[in-house]
């Protein structure tokens, strides 16, 4: 006749395995990318501290006391 195939059980089966598919491009994004992402953001992290610190001309030293200091604005 006309050369019509019924596919509506293939079509089922398509997407659950898109699905099935998607799911593990998901699951290994997630392992991968997370642990490139909170290696990276550690790595900014300290970075941003170094530069803040330059900035602003921070000292770990205690001013001992009795000793005269002055504050600039």
Known sequence: MNGFED??????NNESEAIIARR???RNMKENSHNTAKEKIEEAQKRQITIQKKAQHTTIEK???GKTSSLKR
């Open 7 to 12: 596919w509506t059980s293939s079509n089922e």
């Open 63 to 65: 001013i001992p006391i």
């Open 24 to 26: 593990q491009e998901i």
